[in-house]
Structures are given as C-alpha cells and as structure tokens.
C-alpha cells in the first residue's frame, strides 16, 4: 500500500463502551508501534511488534488496553470501557527493520472521544 | 526519566523569516535524533534524522538541524521560511531502542 491506513479515522465512544482500532501498516514492514497523542502533547509510546510477537507493552496505560497482531500484518488496538481520559489520537506507525535507527511511517490516526 | 523539551510551542513567522526551533533532551548514551512534521490534516513525516557523523544534517524542503552532544540539542533550522511550512514540528529520541520519544510539538504559523 502507499502508507500506513488506520480506521476509523473518528470514533465517538460512550464511557464505558469497547473500541477496537485498527491498522494496515505498510506491507512486508515488520515493525510496528502504537503511540497516544493527548491533545496539546506529542506521542507517547503504547506497544511495539516485530512482526507478530509483541515485544514491548510497556506503555500501555492500563489493563483495559489490548494490542495484537496475529499474522505479522494488520494490528488492532482494544480499549475496553473506555474512560474519559482514554480521548487521544492514537498513532500506528511502522518501519521495515528491527531494533533502532529507522524511520517510522505514521498513520493519519484515530481520533477517539470518550463522552 | 527520558524527555524531550521543545520550548517554543506556538512560532509565528512572516515569510522569508528565518526559523529556529528548539529540543533538548535528557539521556546520557547513543542517541538518534529526529524531526518529523505534521502539515494540517495529514501525518506526521520525517523531515530528517542523525544517527551518527557529520552533525549537521540537511533534510527535506531545506530543513536543517545541528546535534550539539555537549548541549544535549537538536535544534531544526531554516533560513527563510514560506507560508507553506506552516505545520507542527516535533523532535524525537531515540535512545538506542526501537521506541521514540517526543517533544509536545511546536506550532509553526507563517503569515503570508
């Protein structure tokens, strides 16, 4: 594909409601990363796969949040009863090598409100 | 803990202003740098990255950024800026992982 595709591009959630957030990252990348963006912040790092083993769930804000990517491809980000401090843009990004000093191509994101 | 400081948030600039922004960073080891940018309603892009060498790093649209190690900064530069370059800016880390952080954004206005 030309770029990384996240969907939906805005969610409305009602506190309390399951979202699911999707990416198609760019084919044969093998790394992918999920990042939050509050409004008026930049990007914190969510989660971090290597094609579909998830290596790093660090930041991760709570057990309410649930990545996966079960073939090494498409990658879903859960977000159980959502609370209003779950509003944020949630970035997909993904680069073709492994470990640092690539670039990342980031996704136009998921605009999510909790209300 | 790791952070990035961009001090300047809001920057606005008549066209053909020069143009400084700030980031400063909080790691003592290896680090690779970055700006990416956000022009609106589209994602983020890379406009350049230091690894390692020379730095002073040229990037896209006639970006620059010069690595000062003894600063701990990154700090992008264009000598004359167009009204197209208004966007957000944002530095990002590194720090000899996989995973980037980043500074909160600095927003770019250039008047016409």
């Known amino acids: 594909g030309a770029g990384v595709s996240q969907s939906p591009r805005y969610k409305v959630a009602k506190r309390g409601q399951d979202v699911a957030l999707r990416c198609d990252p760019i084919s044969g990348h093998v790394s992918l990363f999920w990042y939050q963006q509050a409004l008026g912040q930049g990007p914190e790092f969510l989660t971090y796969?290597?094609?579909?083993?998830?290596?790093?769930k660090s930041g991760l804000p709570s057990d309410r949040f649930f990545a996966e990517r079960p073939e090494g491809s498409v990658s879903t980000l859960k977000i159980q009863r959502t609370q209003q401090e779950d509003s944020a843009v949630y970035l997909c990004?993904?680069?073709?090598?492994?470990?640092?000093?690539?670039?990342?191509?980031f996704g136009q994101g998921t605009r999510l409100t909790v209300v | 803990a790791q952070s990035v400081s961009q001090h300047n948030h809001h920057v606005i600039l008549s066209e053909a202003a020069s143009l400084e922004l700030g980031c400063n960073y909080s790691?003592?080891?290896?680090?690779?740098l970055f700006w990416y940018v956000q022009y609106p309603g589209q994602h983020l892009q890379l406009l350049l990255k230091y690894f390692s060498g020379d730095p002073l790093v040229k990037g896209i649209k006639g970006f620059e950024a010069e690595f000062i190690k003894s600063k701990f900064s990154f700090n992008l530069r264009k000598p004359s800026v167009q009204w197209s370059d208004t966007a957000e800016y944002f530095c990002a880390v590194e720090p000899g992982t996989y995973k980037y952080i980043f500074g909160t954004g600095t927003r770019l206005k250039v008047l016409a």
């Open positions: 990004a993904s680069s073709d090598h492994t470990g640092g000093g690539t670039e990342a191509f």
């Open positions: 796969f290597q094609n579909e083993a998830q290596l790093d």
């Open positions: 790691y003592g080891g290896t680090v690779n």
